[in-house]
């Protein structure tokens, strides 16, 4: 009896089987169909094309409004709160410090007039700083208050020089111009991808920096300077333990002749950098500068060669062209290098020896 | 042979206690099963429950296909969907998706076949005073084959004075509102921005060597303001282009894309009227570097600038422009040292990694090219400029190339020479068709005296044969006799008219 009715419910077909079969046809029906139509115009126009929408073949044949800028409008004034001027944060980062971020969220400039805008290496130091950095822009964007108006995330598309391994002194130095031409190159693409139409300041702020006056944007504005710098320091806890503080950032000095000397007997493709003992430049290093007012932190010095460490510059100077050489530029490179640029354009940089922002100390 | 012993060794025992031999009965054994044991149950009941699981069965699957056709119908379903598919983050993260964004420069690297791998090209145009070559710049941008939605315009209008901006904007509009679903760009962006340039924009001036270097620096930050403000992290080629070019071939940047280099130019020439010469090379600041050139440079102080084509500055250099031949191989490259603004097709990594156009002698020479209304030159002194970036370039080690056979065509504008030698030559034309007017009506009065005489001889003719033939009818009337002397005397009379007709004739 069993047996002339088995094959007949082997051949019987499972519903099980039915099911997947149809769900499946369903959906390669549905795709098939789809890729071809353009979908849903309508939700993409809506957008603001500040928002820079990422292209994606979807979004082909939306007709965008025709977005009109006067930057004869911007305004560059010492005081950019009351004239609602947008800030531009920009920060190299290769490491994700917390008190960088905690001391960022101090800041009491509007936070919605603030872009902030970071470029992180494409290795694995990167991944890490990348994924903390965005769990912590997560939890600030969530929330309502504080929200900054737009944080833009990139990712290096060359691979960041190899560690410098000490041999000689020439070889050190010789790395030095790979490091710090590709540290240039970084922040050019950071700069010139998210200037917008609207900045009024750019603020170059770097991952290391964890303390910093909470109004530093304003105080720096508010000496209407083309591109002025702190002072950048270290705290740290000397033999006694005891909590002391150092000069950090060597790259802000006022030239000497010395310097003017060695440079003109150099190659068109040596660089004259500072800190090093088989150069000595004699260049007065803003670092170590006596003023006669060690309390007046609105002292001025003007400066031919600046640290990036924390530095303010005006939106215009960078639209002029003045950017981070990462070729040796007047035997300068990055930072100092963008002063002799900026120089050549007709900005002069100003240093503020006592107001100090600090470097975080391994 | 002792390989294959073991494995039989071993296959065959595990067969045996296994019960391989016996799998297919196990089968359907297991199959039968059910079966077997229904045996037992009342036959009736068999098929009523086998039908209603049939029937369960049937409406469920007529359920889930009536869903899935409803979610994918219905468009207020998509987010119902996205529940399903990617989850709760996306509700989540509207805050973020807003203000966020995540970019990864590797991926805007700039290809061979951009068009294919859907790469953005970001559009530059400096615009001052350029009203009267919208509509042509426009026309171009229509026939385009590059797909528009991948390009992005950006426009600078400076100090203009005329109505630029609003035929621009205009213009813009009707382009974003064609009826072809091809026609629309992507972003599209106006800058507005006067740098209160003081350079007149007149020929004389613009061409005037002295006006050179201040000129080409104030192009050059037009340039520059005009790219910071547009550039962004997903735009993988810059293409600047003047807006009085006025024929390129419409693939010209699919063209120029395909060599793959970080820099590219082709030559570009000017149509010119037949007394000039019907052609001449318009952008002379696309040359290779010399040895002369170099050594002038070292003489000359840090703020100088070379400018090529001047008689003050003889560099020598090999320019791309006159190495053209119509008939070569337009894909032919050519390593170049310094390029002209007037189409340049160049990665953006070149520009993001901080080449730009000099508003500064770098290295002796000052970027800037024609922008806005650009180009009127006496035929033999040319227009130039020196576009820095390149030399920036060349430092970063980027490839700067140039195609010495691909020829698009500049307007051409007649110069204050041209225009005052071609008022001699209208006057002389005026002057010609003066004179051959006068010829025309002397030849006119000419023919109508005579006219006149003829028609008077045609008169006289037919009437004196008229008269010939009325005396003659008379006569044969009168009598047969006189009648030959009598037409004699006619013939006679008629042959005296027509000499005095010659006469009023000479």
Known sequence: MARPMGPVRLRRTNPVTVIIGIVLCTFIIYFLSNTGSSSRPTASKSRNVNSKPVPKSNLAHIRRDVQRFNLNHVTITKDPIANREAVLILTPMARFYQDYWDNLMKLSYPHDLITLGFIIPKNKEGNAATMALQAQIAKTQKSATNKFRRVIIERQDFDPPLASQDESERHKMENQKVRRAAMSKARNSLLFTTLGPDTSWVLWLDGDIVETPPTLIQDLASHDKPIIVPNCYQRYKDDNNKAAERAYDFNSWQDSETAQELAAKMGPEDLLLEGYEALPTYRTLMAYMELDDKDDVRAEVPLDGVGGTALLVRADVHRDGAMFPPFPFYHLIETEGFAKMAKRLGWQATGLPNYKVYHYNE | ?506
Not at chain 2, 40 to 66: D, E, G, Y
């Open chain 2, 1 to 506: 042979m002792g390989i294959l012993d073991r494995t039989r060794s071993k296959s065959l025992p595990t067969g045996l206690s296994n019960g391989n031999r016996f799998a297919p009965e196990d089968d359907s054994q297991w199959l039968t099963r059910p079966f077997a044991l229904s045996r037992f149950q009342p036959r009736a009941s068999t098929p009523a429950t086998r039908r209603r699981r049939k029937l369960v069965v049937r409406v469920a699957i007529a359920i889930a296909v009536a869903g899935l056709f409803a979610c994918f119908v219905w468009p207020g379903t998509a987010s119902f969907i996205s529940i399903f598919s990617l989850g709760l983050l996306s509700s989540d993260n509207d805050g973020l998706l807003d203000t966020v964004r995540y970019y990864d420069l590797s991926n805007v690297q700039g290809t061979a076949r951009g068009w294919e791998r859907e790469e953005r090209i970001l559009l530059c145009v400096p615009l001052r005073d350029a009203e009267p070559h919208l509509q042509m710049m426009f026309s171009h941008l229509r026939n385009l084959t590059y797909p528009h939605h991948l390009i992005d315009l950006a426009f600078l209008v400076s100090d203009s004075k005329d109505r630029t901006l609003d035929v621009l904007i205009e213009r813009l509009e009707d382009q974003q509102a064609d009826d072809d679903p091809k026609q629309p760009y992507g972003e599209i962006s106006i800058i507005e921005k006067d740098f209160g340039q003081k350079v007149n924009q007149d020929v004389e001036s613009r061409h005037g060597f002295a006006a050179q270097a201040s000129r080409r620096k104030l192009m050059a930050q037009a340039r520059n303001w005009l790219l910071s403000a547009t550039l962004r992290p997903y735009h993988s080629w810059v293409y600047w282009r003047d807006v009085d070019v006025e024929t390129a071939p419409f693939t010209i940047l699919e063209d120029l894309m395909r060599h793959n280099k970080d820099i590219i130019v082709p030559n570009v020439w000017r149509p010119l009227p037949d007394w000039l010469g019907g052609e001449q090379p318009y952008d002379l600041n696309s040359w290779q570097e010399s040895e002369t050139a170099l050594t002038l440079a070292d003489t000359l102080d840090e703020d100088a600038v070379i400018v090529e084509g001047y008689a003050e500055y003889a560099t020598w250099r090999p320019h791309l422009a006159y190495l053209r031949d119509p008939y070569g191989d337009p894909d032919m490259e050519m390593e170049i040292d310094g390029v002209g603004g007037v189409s340049i097709l160049a990665k953006a990594k070149v520009f993001r990694s901080g080449c730009h156009f000099p508003a500064f002698s770098f290295e002796k020479h000052a970027e800037t090219e024609g922008f806005g209304k650009v180009g009127t030159i006496n035929p033999r002194a040319t227009r130039n400029g020196l576009t820095n970036e390149i030399q920036m370039a060349k430092r970063m080690g980027y490839s700067v190339v140039g195609l010495p056979h691909y020829t698009i065509w500049h307007l051409y504008e007649p110069s204050v020479d041209d225009i005052k030698h071609m008022e001699e030559m209208e006057k002389e034309r005026v002057a010609k068709e003066a004179e051959e007017k006068e010829k025309a009506e002397k030849e006119k009065k000419i023919k109508e005296q005579f006219g006149d005489a003829n028609n008077q001889w045609e008169k006289d003719k037919s009437e004196i044969q008229n008269l010939a033939k009325e005396e003659s009818k008379k006569e044969t009337k009168a009598g047969g006799d006189t009648e030959k002397s009598d037409s004699q005397g006619a013939k006679k009379e008629i042959s005296q008219a027509k000499d005095e007709a010659q006469k009023v004739e000479s």
